[in-house]
């Protein structure tokens, strides 16, 4: 009997988080009170919830618990009074942490939803007190005609184009094939979702250009339409508030 053949795994996570330059409240403190632990302990939480299928962390027996803990590499007491400060801040889920001995910080699971959202799901959510995950996103879904006879599906650089608006994909691709010549659709979606989170590649606004070489900008402060010289200038340039220069009007 002939084994039936199946897809690539759907991913259950990711390979990146956003790491903002300008430090939260809760990252101050820790660091502020636990030294190089507290910051190590903040950001190896982030990067243990990220990675891990559905983004949530499971304490209820003591090898979760031991595995759980030489992940962080954090000191047991320091790594201990973080996590209670992170509950006590709203940053871990209270209930989850407490009553069902479940690490679940909502607020990096929203982070991923652009990722999720290309995927064709929602994000892993909190229902009650379980996280569900895995759900067809209907207004991103494709819909298949089961009339037709099933046939491979091969992803076109404009499917891409369509699923990543914000993103350069020529320029992303190009990259991406200089370093990984076999690339497939899995290598290039992960590759373009890591894109989207750390915002790189992100296609550049398309201004006007005039007969006489010139470019037509709005301040995006107070709307005043100028020139500029140069697509540089454009696109990098300050306007006349100290701020980027637009192709449009802010208001539209």
């Known amino acids: 009997m002939s084994k039936k053949k199946v897809g690539r795994p759907k991913s259950k996570n990711v390979p990146y988080f956003p790491h903002y330059t300008e430090a939260s409240t809760e990252l101050n403190f820790l660091e502020n009170v636990y030294g190089a632990e507290g910051y190590r302990a903040y950001y190896r939480l982030l990067e243990l919830l990220t990675k891990t299928n559905d983004h949530y962390i499971e304490l ?145 606004p398309d201004f006007k250009q005039y007969e006489t070489g010139l470019y037509k900008v709005y301040c995006a402060k107070c709307n005043a339409k100028e020139f500029a010289n140069t697509i540089k200038d454009a696109r990098y340039g300050e306007s006349c508030c100290g701020v980027e220069w637009l192709p449009e009007p802010a208001n539209g």
Not at 115 to 125: A, D, F, N, Q
């Open 60 to 204: 209820k027996t003591e090898t979760q618990i031991l595995t759980f803990r030489y992940s962080m590499k954090v000191e047991k007491e320091t790594l201990d009074k973080a996590l209670e400060y992170l509950v006590e801040m709203g940053v871990i889920d209270n209930h989850m942490y407490h009553e069902e001995n479940i690490i679940w910080i909502p607020d990096l699971v929203d982070c991923f939803k652009l990722v999720y959202y290309k995927r064709g799901r929602t994000i892993p959510e909190k229902v009650g007190s379980k996280i569900v995950s895995d759900t067809r996103n209907t207004q991103y879904s494709r819909v298949s005609n089961k009339s037709k006879k099933p046939s491979r599906v091969v992803t076109t650089t404009t499917d891409y184009k369509n699923q990543y608006p914000d993103i350069d994909v020529d320029k992303s691709l190009k990259k991406l094939f200089a370093k990984n010549p076999n690339a497939d659709d899995g290598d290039i979606t992960r590759w373009l979702d890591s894109d989207v989170i750390n915002g790189m590649n992100i296609k550049l």
